[in-house]
Structure formats: structure tokens, C-alpha cells
């Protein structure tokens, strides 16, 4: 019998994400019930937005959780490299092998004609997909504006009509007709390949037998099931994961929600409850005991235990399944963990030149700079009446600066006060005008440590909440504002 393989394929692109670890845990907890192996794999094809940072997070964040991989680009292993960025060498001859076959074909056209067919197709009330143009050029043309330098892509042939049968451990056979794909691009301009192209090849040459993957990816499903078929190789089989949602039933989004993982690491919470909440997602124990490790998760695991209704990320629950972890932790274990959690000589050394000064006795330290460890602030709406601005004008300049900041990758006080500046002067203010908003905000204090300093401390996880507690307090955009506002976001780009 093979054995059991899984994966966790991220992209490198954004904070460590919640739906990461949660679909990591599963492919776990599959892969070792079944004796098996659990590999992690980095999906940072798309050069511009992976970054090695991003990269490092996710590692740091599922080891925090407790989640170890048996193969992977920090680990090694027998399949690697385990980074797609590093296997471009590898694509190309399965591109190459596509259009040999028949099955897909290079494409030369131009941006504008794609936008130009796509807007007929749109006043045609069509969906929008390639019309074929490139697919009928012959083989001698192709290869000849190939050779004269030509740029192109190349994209895989989809039948027409008919249906593609999805395979689905959970839902059973998923009916996705034909006329809904798209001749799918499978390798760039720039001659490297698409998630299509390199997640098929990957999976297929890392030996991958199952793949449990989100939701999401379903509608794409038949697109990956045709080329394991053009490539004539086993497909592994698949199961997709109910989405996270919203206590509103809306799919987890940052906007509503803190969907980092370093964020429930900075706000307190245990690894273990935090690992046993995300088991909690669509899967119960046979016993429906709420609480459990991950060595009792894997042991009771089985994948038809998952309920397809999705899952809700709740901060309320969460936060009680946390208390349960920690009421139950020996109180040297509590003690040791508070301390590592902030206590520590690393942080209280971040702290220490901006209080120092400020105080007479240590007995001040507290008022002063309870603020970092706290993780949202006490807040009160007569903290942002200001002499200048309409209580609506405090509202706009909150919320961009926090949208601003969602999008902030490097989090440190020169980006955080070129932001504010930035969105202070697009409303005709300066930086001093908007700084009395910010401040409350962060510290929930009439006065305190400098709050740019106190941002970078804190970082953004803390930071950005904080900033999303005020808005909220003030009121959030209704949806018409919402339009306005980020109007005015897209000319702060
Ligand atoms: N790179 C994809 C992601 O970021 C992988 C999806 C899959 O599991 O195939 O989610």
C-alpha cells in the first residue's frame, strides 16, 4: 500500500493566516492517522507579492501552534526543493510536454485585445473567457514567433461542453460544467508557471496522495483534474474544507475579524487551545468533548467526522476554550507562560528607554505603560472630540490610516508616521492635527509613552486592533462611505 501523503502549499504573502494553519492541521492529523507523512511545500510563484518574511512567519507561526512537518524547505526531504521558486527548472518540461501532446498551446496575445474581447463579451452579457484566438495558429508559426522572441504565454485546452465530475471525499461527486473554465493560463511571460501548472506537478512528483485544501479552490477543481489527465498521472484524491466564517456567516476576513496568527499569539492565548478551537472547525470528537490535544485530535481523527455547514471563527469562544486551557495549567506552567508571553527580558528591553526617563518610582511603571500588555485599550468617544475636525472628518481619517496599515508589511516608526503624514496632508491636515486621534486610540490614555514608539512596539497585530476598536467605538463606514472612502484609499496608493 502507498503510503499517505499530504501537504500545506502557502503562499508566502501576507500575515500567517488563521485558514493556513486550520487546513495545516487537518492534512496533519489525516497524514499521521494514517501512519503517514505531512509535507509542507511554498507556493511563491507570484515574485511580487511572496516575500521571505512572509515565508518565515508561516513557519514560526505553525510551530508555535505546535504543527511540524516530516518535509519542507527549512527541513529538507527527499522531494525538495520544497519551494516552488526554486523548481523552475522543473516546469517548463511539463509546459513543454502540454502543447507537444495537444493539450495546451502558446498564446501571444496582447493585453489589450484580452481587455478588448473581454468588454465585448461583458456587453454581450457573456462570462468573460478566452475566445481561442491563439489555439488554432500552426505548430510552424508558434514555434517561429516563439523563436523570434516573441512574448507569449501558455494556456491549457478545456473541453467546451459537458461536465467535470468532482471527486470529493466529504461532498461525493460535485458536478462543475465545462463552460465555466477558462483556457487557463499555465505559464507566465516571464516563463515561470502558474498555482495550476506547479501545484499539479508538485503534488504529483512530492508524491502527494491527498489533498485536503479550502473550499475556495473548488470551482478551479476541474482545471487541475484535466491535466492530471492530459499528464496521464494518478490524481490524489481530494477533500475541500468548509470555509471559515464570520459570526455573520461571511468568509473570515481581516476586515472583521484578526485572521493572524501572530495576532492571538500577541493577544495571549495558548497554542493548544488555539490548535484545539481550529479542530473544533467543522470536526468534533466522537465523544463531542469540547476540549483536546492534538495527540487526542489525531488519535479519534477521521475525515468524515467534518461537517460541511461552515465553521464560524468566533473571538468569544475562542476566548473561552482559552480560559478552560489556562484554568487547567499547573501554576508554575501559568506563571512560566505569562512571563514568556510578555514578561520577558526581550520585551520589557523595548519598553524600558521609553519609560525610564518618566518615572520616579517603579511603582509608576504600571499606569504608565500597562498599555503593552493589554491587548485592546479602554475607550471612551469624548478621547476623540477634537477642536478642529467634525466628528465624521475623525471617522474618515481613523479608518484610512488603519487601512493604510493593514497593508503595511515593514512595521516600524518611520512607514507608520509616513502613513499618517501621508493621510493627514491628502486631507489638507498635518501630521500634528491627526496625532491626538492616534494616540487615545493606541494607549487609551489622555497621555503616555510617544504612541509612534508604542506602535512599533506593539506591532501590528495589536496595533491595527486597537485602531479597529476605535473605529468601531466612533462608528464604522456604512456602506455607502465605505464606496467614498476607499475611493480616496485608491489616490493614497
Ligand atoms: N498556494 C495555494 C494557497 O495559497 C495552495 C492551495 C492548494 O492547497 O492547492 O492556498
Known sequence: MTTVRTRIAP????DPHVGTAYIALFNLCFARQHGGQFILRIEDTDQLRSSRESEQQIFDALRWLGIEWDEGPDVGGPHGPYRQSERGHIYKKYSDELVAKGHAFPCFCSAERLDQVRAEQQ????TPRYDGHCMHLSAEEAEQRIAAGESHVVRMKVPSEGVCVVPDLLRGAVEIPWDRMDMQVLMKADGLPTYFLANVVDDHLMGITHVLRGEEWLPSAPKLIKLYEYFGWEQPQLVYMPLLRNPDKSKLSKRKNPTSITFYERMGFLPEAMLNYLGRMG??????REKFSLAEMIEHFDIQRVSLGGPIFDLEKLSWLNGQWLRELPVERFAAEVQQWALNPQYLMKIAPHVQGRIETFSQLAPLAGMFFMGGVPLQASL?????LQADQV???LQLILWKLEALRQWNKDKITAIIQQVAEHQGLKLRDVMPLIFPAITGQASSVSVLDAMEILGPDLSRFRLRQAVELLGSPSKKESKEWEKLLA???
Open 395 to 397: 471617522r474618515l481619517l
Open 283 to 288: 470536526w468534533s470528537m466522537p465523544d463531542e
Open 491 to 493: 489616490e493614497l496608493k
Open 384 to 388: 476623540f472630540e477634537h477642536k478642529k
Open 11 to 14: 503562499s508566502p504573502t501576507g
Open 123 to 126: 456587453a454581450r452579457k457573456e
